[in-house]
């Protein structure tokens, strides 16, 4: 390696590892979002019971007043 190669202090690093890690960020950022879905979409898709609902409107009601 060069002396015009050499890191040198303050110096940014480079634009390819910048890029490299980027891409693994957006890999396990895709990775865990499809499991995340697979695992709970199911779940988010049930209606809300009536006795939660009856227990927000309540909560609401009281801190209106």
């Not at 190669?5 to 690093?13: I, M, Y």
């Amino acid at each position: 390696m060069g002396k015009a190669d050499q890191k040198r202090p303050g110096e940014p690093a480079k634009a390819g590892a910048e890029q490299e890690g980027e891409a693994v960020d957006n890999a396990f950022d895709l990775w865990l979002r499809r499991g995340l879905h697979q695992l709970y979409d199911t779940v988010a898709k049930e209606p809300i019971p009536d006795a939660l609902l009856r227990m927000i409107e309540e909560d609401r009601e009281k801190k209106g007043e």
